[in-house]
């Protein structure tokens, strides 16, 4: 009860400051228009996306008749979507590339990242919610909350509320509180108005993403403003509160995350692109060339086949033994490139999990995990995305190796060509985003570590300030 | 006098709070582990170039050693290969165009790993293959960004500047004795002057400083260049330009919180909400392009091979009009593989018409960004350091520009060497990989 | 009622109270006169609970200021210099918000009847504090303390930049305060203000008490010289 009166107050506070509350409503307005913006860029790729997408299955689907092998190599190309929740936290689809080709014989690397296409413009990135939720706000939480304490020392109505009966950890508490349910407000009305902007779109996956990232958010924002009510209580000088807690914003998100981010890669090096590609050729050239006949490989395989059909000849055999060849080809491929991809895979997952115990000394790195992680758009999404066309063009492959060995051809014959039904009847790629619940786990350690500092927040307060002066 | 007295007085201000001394101190930190970011990433690319140079070498070598030397230019179990003929010759030639790192990189990594910096030039390459991406890296920390020292000098510079200054004439003002100081004083803002100059040039001496340290990182001052003279020129711009900005704040304003409020303010709107509107604002004019038109390349290859014979022949004519007096070309035997080998010159063609709409689409990008500098000048000074360091757009454009300009040689020689039916030995091989633009 | 017994208290090593001893009765006014640093507000500051004495005792109904600082603070008032108040909320709204936090529920009028009887104009109360003079702001610290029904009143320096209007209705209010029962301390430098208003006046000098004496045993010219002697020798 008198904890609601305190936070009531500095309600009242907010509402009767008219530079505070023009600062709100400006807030309010920014947060409107990054929301709409963002919808409206997402709306704009998606666009895109769709007319590329549909483009070029319309060529797939235009294919009058082929041989299936050259299809293999004339391929297709998949597009990344843009997911629905990229409006509120973009993560990390400017810096990843947007197309990757689908072709026979090799997975290749997804191309043409959108900041490859111009200049640099924005360091912290796009005017998205995730910037001003992550880097404004709380600087507006530690302008609303540094003389919270202090400034009712000053005045010596510290000793009168506390003359009343109210308890100082209720105080600081309610002080706390009401700072923090400010930018919990902001947060409430940017993602209320994101929801209703999408209402066809969001589905229970999206709502629970978003309810996670609410959460996130909620936790940060205590923490920041519980630490600068502590600061407001313990420090003699108001402007020491500022300073310590504008320090503490600097290292936080300037200073930590990149610094973090760029030993995390020393202590888990990924390869460079050359080493990575030679090793893979080199395993690649172990196993047989789909392409070259007197291949050693592919002459046992040749006896193997022979045996199986009893025949004493290629020519005697019913089927096309060339698409035999490519597909065993093609699996001796994908072992190289999953224990390759497979590596590089494991290797961005160790330095993910090494950067996430950085959330011990930085909370904001675990706000930052989970906002791209929820919003569906972190490194882990993006890998997913990414074994999921392989694994598309594994049966989009294997369809066509099969067209070719058993389509009624044979061997030799490379002007034999499948005609347009078979074309059409091969699947188009289509991306199921991971749902909540198989990605939960990566992030449980960051929720965990924001509520280790919500707690170590509430310790000090209720703790630190013991022995504060009140006088 | 008085304000040279004034200016070196602020030593003492400045040296007994120890939170400004702080600041300077992890600036110092930051910077030197930014500018080790940098040098790092120049050595890891110079490394990488000179270990991809020795792998070619080596390559050449074998090829050499093993066709040219002991006469076996078709391989037994790779009969399709002729190494005596320009097509193949040219594919084995292994040539390579680096960008080469510039030293001036340890001040600005900018965007040097968004690009390749390596690239194989066949006749059928494109700078927009899939061999020129970026060296692998977690996209999570390029989101991030690296710390390198355009980012403590764009970022961090201001933020120190601010808490160098926050605080002067309001702390006077606060405790009551600003009238004692106007007694003293005629002018408030010779004043002010003379003790914001103090801190401006302190942060100044303490990053030209900084450049010098990094310059010996890599060399900078033995070459040619004028990096280090440019970075130190915009520096003191940049830094001129907060400190105006910062001055008019101090001049007008009266509470140390007022101050902070309003310098933190200015800082966040110029370093993070103009760059990130016109980002956002760019995005949604522009999406990113997902290069169809390269994409629709590939149907109108297999349009280009359906063609007749003779309308394929009189496109490459029309490209090489040496090619009807070739000998080839009047030796029907010779015609047909000749048509074929040189498909990739009509190729590069198509691949060339449709990089234009994409080349015309990012620079009207580009263009877009450049005209919001008068109000963006963030992006105006990170764009200017990166192009210094020469790991700009421009740079890597050039570098796509260069490339092409290789591949076209390329096919010019395979396409006349082939119709003129040139039979490369080793020498001719040799000469092959000095490829250059013609 | 207040009761002081052989209290000290330093801080860093300086002696702010040297074996203090003093009594408050219900219905009395005990003035402590005292130069800057002589222990006054650290007398106060005890009394509410918020220093504890390093030895000796310091009651308030029997109760130790210390140990039962918040059992204490219920039937508390405190006036300090200068009443700062919430300057965006008004009179009326500054009474009702501590009311609650001490759990008072008063209705509007009952609250502008406190303000009243504390002498605060009734065109006031709903004008925003940051609009009242010093003595406006104390009147509503005095109705704070009123509403809760403090049975001891701890000012100090209350009438300390108060006009002689102001000042005046003060000392009225006080002494309407003790007529009803209340026990109050009052610390000033005001020797003549002290003296009109206070039953009793103690002199305390480097945190001992020097001297007490009844007001009506002393003019205010006597009072003078005697409390400048004091502070002379």
């Not at chain 3, 208290?9 to 003035?31: M, P």
């Amino acid at each position: 009860m008198m904890m609601w009166q305190i936070i009531k107050n500095e309600w009242h506070f907010l509402a009767r400051n008219r530079v505070l509350l023009g600062i709100s409503f400006g807030f309010v307005g920014i947060l409107f228009l990054t929301v709409y913006l963002g919808n409206l860029q997402t709306q704009e790729q998606a666009q895109r996306y769709q007319t590329a997408q549909t483009h070029l299955r319309q060529q797939w689907e235009n294919i009058e008749e082929m041989n299936p092998h050259s299809a293999a190599h004339y391929g297709t190309y998949v597009f990344k979507p843009t997911c629905l929740l990229s409006g509120l936290d973009e993560g990390v689809n400017s810096i990843t590339g947007n197309v990757l080709r689908v072709e026979g014989h090799v997975q290749n690397e997804i191309v043409h990242s959108e900041a490859s296409q111009m200049q640099a413009i924005s360091k912290f990135g796009k005017l998205k919610s995730a910037l001003l939720l992550q880097y404004i706000i709380p600087l507006l939480l530690i302008f609303l909350a540094f003389q919270s304490i202090y400034g009712e020392k000053q005045g010596g109505r510290l000793k009168l509320l506390l003359l009343q009966g109210t308890h100082l950890t209720q105080i600081l508490v309610a002080k706390t509180l009401s700072v923090c349910l400010y930018g919990i407000g902001l947060l409430g009305l940017t993602i209320s108005v994101y929801v209703l902007l999408n209402l066809n779109s969001i589905n229970t996956d999206i709502l629970g993403r978003t309810a996670l990232l609410f959460l996130s958010y909620s936790f940060y924002y205590f923490i920041l403003s519980g630490l600068t009510v502590f600061f407001s209580a313990r420090w003699e000088n108001t402007n020491l509160a500022l300073t310590s807690m504008l320090g503490i914003w600097i290292v936080w998100t300037i200073f930590l995350p990149n610094v973090l981010m760029s030993s995390v890669e020393r202590w888990h090096p990924l390869p460079s692109r050359e080493a990575f590609k030679t090793a893979m050729k080199e395993d690649r050239s172990k196993g047989l060339d789909g392409h070259n006949p007197a291949d050693k490989r592919s002459k046992a395989l040749e006896e193997k086949v022979l045996k199986e059909y009893g025949a004493d000849s290629l020519a005697q055999l019913p089927i096309n033994f060339d698409g035999i060849v490519m597909q065993e080809d093609e699996e001796y491929g994908n072992k190289v490139w999953d224990e390759h991809f497979g590596n590089l895979r494991k290797a961005l997952a160790e330095q993910k999990q090494t950067y996430q115990l950085g959330g011990l000394i930085n909370p904001f790195i675990s706000l930052q995990n989970t906002s791209m992680g929820f919003a569906g758009n972190d490194n882990l999404h993006h890998q997913e995305f990414l074994v999921q066309v392989e694994n598309y063009r594994r049966v989009f492959i294997k369809t066509l190796n099969d067209k070719h060995a058993y389509g009624g051809s044979r061997t030799g014959d490379w002007s034999w060509k499948a005609g347009n039904d078979f074309f059409r009847s091969v699947a188009d790629f289509e991306y199921s985003p991971p749902v909540l619940s198989s990605v939960f786990s990566h992030y449980v350690f960051d929720i965990i570590l924001l509520l280790f500092w919500g707690l170590l927040t509430a310790i000090l307060l209720i703790f630190g300030t013991k022995k504060m002066s009140i006088l | 006098m008085k304000n040279v007295t004034l200016f070196l007085y602020e030593w003492k201000h400045f040296i007994r709070n120890p939170f400004k001394v702080m600041a300077i101190l992890l600036f110092i930190m930051a910077s030197v582990y930014g500018l080790h970011n940098g040098a790092d990433l120049y050595h890891e690319q110079k490394a990488e170039v000179k270990k991809i140079e020795q792998r070619i070498k080596g390559d050449r070598q074998k090829i050499i050693k093993e066709h040219y030397q002991k006469g076996n230019l078709v391989p037994e179990n790779r009969p399709w290969i002729d190494y005596s003929t320009p097509f193949w010759a040219l594919w084995y030639a292994s040539v390579y165009h680096f960008k080469n790192p510039s030293p001036a990189m340890v001040y600005s990594i900018g965007q040097a790993e968004q690009y390749g910096f390596y690239k194989r030039i066949t006749f059928r390459a494109s700078p927009y293959d899939a061999d020129l991406a970026q060296e692998i890296a977690n996209p999570e920390r390029l989101q991030t960004g690296t710390l390198d020292f355009s980012f403590t000098l764009l970022f961090l510079a201001p933020l120190v500047l601010l808490v160098l200054l926050y605080n002067l004439k309001s702390a006077e003002i606060e405790q009551g004795f600003m009238p004692l100081i106007e007694v003293q004083n005629p002018s408030k803002i010779t004043w002010l002057l003379s003790r914001m100059g103090f801190y401006a040039v302190l942060l100044f001496l303490v990053i030209a400083g900084l450049l010098f340290y990094g310059a010996m990182l890599t060399r900078i001052l033995a070459g040619t260049g004028n990096a280090f003279r440019d970075m130190l020129l915009y520096s003191f711009i940049y830094l001129v330009f907060w400190s105006v900005l910062f001055f008019f704040i101090l001049l007008k304003g009266k509470s140390i919180l007022g101050n902070t409020l309003q310098m933190t303010g200015i800082y966040l709107l110029f370093t993070f909400i103009i760059p990130a509107t016109v980002h956002q604002l760019l995005s949604i004019r522009q999406p990113a392009n997902l290069m169809t038109d390269l994409i629709d390349v590939r149907d109108q290859q297999e349009e280009l091979y359906s063609q007749p014979d003779s309308v394929f022949q009189a496109q490459l004519n029309e490209l090489f009009p040496a090619i009807v007096s070739s000998p080839v070309y009047k030796d029907s035997s010779k015609r047909k593989l000749a048509m074929n080998r040189s498909a990739s010159a009509l190729i590069n063609e198509l691949k060339k018409a449709s990089i234009q709409p994409i080349e015309k689409d990012k620079q009207v990008k580009n263009a877009f960004v450049r005209g919001t500098f008068w109000f963006n000048p963030i992006s105006f000074f990170q764009n200017r350091f990166n192009a210094i360091a020469h790991t700009h757009y421009d740079d890597y454009q050039s570098y796509r520009d260069e490339i092409q300009a290789l591949v076209d040689s390329q096919v010019r020689k395979m396409v006349l060497d082939t119709w003129h039916d040139v039979k490369v030995d080793q020498e001719k091989f040799s000469k092959y990989q000095k490829m250059s633009v013609e | 009622m207040i009761d002081i017994q052989g209290a000290s208290k330093s801080f860093k090593g300086t002696k702010a109270i040297q074996n203090l001893t003093l009594q408050v009765t219900e219905g009395e006014i005990l003035g402590l006169l005292g130069a800057n640093g002589a222990g006054k507000s650290t007398t106060i500051n005890m009394l509410l609970g918020f220093l504890a004495p390093d030895s000796g005792k310091v009651q308030i109904n029997q109760m130790d200021c210390s140990t039962k600082a918040k059992e204490v603070r219920n039937f508390v008032g405190y006036i300090p210099e200068n009443v700062n108040l919430y300057p965006y909320l008004s009179g009326t709204e500054n009474l009702d918000y501590f009311c609650k936090l001490a759990g008072l529920n008063y209705p509007k009028t009952e609250l502008q009847s406190f303000l009243s009887t504390c002498g605060l104009q009734t065109e006031a109360h709903h004008r925003k504090v940051s609009g009242y003079s010093k003595g406006m702001r104390q009147k509503v610290g005095i109705a704070i303390a009123y509403a809760k029904k403090a049975k001891v009143y701890l000012l100090d320096e209350p009438a300390s930049g108060l006009d002689p209007l102001a000042s005046n209705e003060l000392s009225a209010m006080l002494k309407k305060l003790a007529s009803e029962g209340a026990t109050i301390l009052m610390a000033s430098h005001d020797i003549f203000r002290v003296r009109e208003v206070c039953h009793r006046i103690g002199i305390l000098k480097k945190g001992a008490l020097v001297k007490e004496l009844q007001s009506k045993e002393v003019s205010a010219r006597e009072l003078e010289t005697l409390y400048l002697d004091f502070m002379k020798n």
